[in-house]
T-cell receptor
Framework: NAGVMQNPRHLVRRRGQEARLRCSPM?????VYWYRQLPEEGLKFMVY????????ESGMPKERFSAEFPKEGPSILRIQQVVRGDSAAYFC??????????????FGSGTQLSVL | AQSVTQPDIHITVSEGASLELRCNYS??????LFWYVQSPGQGLQLLLK??????LVQGIKGFEAEFKRSQSSFNLRKPSVHWSDAAEYFC????????????FGKGTHLIIQP
């Protein structure tokens, strides 16, 4: 049973380009979370999605960032018109139920985004 | 607002020695507390978590943590470290136990000396 798969592992973009980060949750998991890790900082929650629904996007910047988790296929975190400040590691996590103290999250290895 | 402080950015420990990583939190109600480990090139792995009950929590890989409400602390300990424990350790606090309410500390980088 493969774990949470993120690709690409490393993504380099020039300022103004678009970045697409993909996350395939563990088999049987229908809840996906995206986190951003800035250099020298801990993870910061961005968005929580279920299949075809955004449950909580309180951590998402209001502009240029969007996320989706379609019925079929991976979850996508999309960053339009990237700027240097978007350079960070983006982690995806998945879970079965999505809530509660017994919830267990499984994390991917992350995508390192570098904006030139 | 909830917050987590990990006062030590780097810690160096000799292999076989004991380890304690500090974590202090700020939260208005009873928190849910977590410790995660991030090895180079890998995602986060949950070491242990505290929700209620016994304040001494046992985790994987021989780690334990103690919740001390009076000190607002949740320090991670291991009696004898191994070279494979070298990694980044994150403490986190949550409101509802789910991922959407987690706040992470900045992490402590653990270096193991032979």
């Amino acid at each position: 049973n493969a774990g949470v798969m993120q690709n690409p592992r490393h993504l380099v973009r020039r300022r103004g380009q678009e970045a697409r980060l993909r996350c395939s949750p563990m088999k049987g998991h229908s809840h996906v979370y995206w986190y951003r890790q800035l250099p020298e900082e801990g993870l910061k929650f961005m968005v929580y999605l279920q299949k075809e629904n955004i449950i909580d996007e309180s951590g998402m910047p209001k502009e240029r960032f969007s996320a989706e988790f379609p019925k079929e296929g991976p979850s996508i975190l999309r960053i339009q018109q990237v700027v240097r400040g978007d350079s960070a590691a983006y982690f995806c996590a998945s879970s079965i139920t999505g809530q509660g103290p017994n919830e267990k999250l499984f994390f991917g290895s992350g995508t390192q985004l570098s904006v030139l | 607002a909830q917050s987590v402080t990990q006062p030590d950015i780097h810690i160096t420990v000799s292999e076989g020695a004991s380890l304690e990583l500090r974590c202090n939190y700020s939260y208005g109600a009873t928190p849910y507390l977590f410790w995660y480990v991030q090895s180079p090139g890998q995602g986060l792995q949950l070491l242990l978590k505290y929700f209620s009950g016994d304040t001494l929590v046992q985790g994987i890989k021989g780690f334990e943590a103690e919740f001390k409400r009076s000190q607002s602390s949740f320090n991670l300990r291991k009696p004898s470290v191994h070279w494979s424990d070298a990694a980044e350790y994150f403490c986190a606090v949550g409101a509802r136990g789910g991922a959407d309410g987690l706040t992470f500390g900045k992490g402590t980088h653990l270096i193991i000396q032979p």
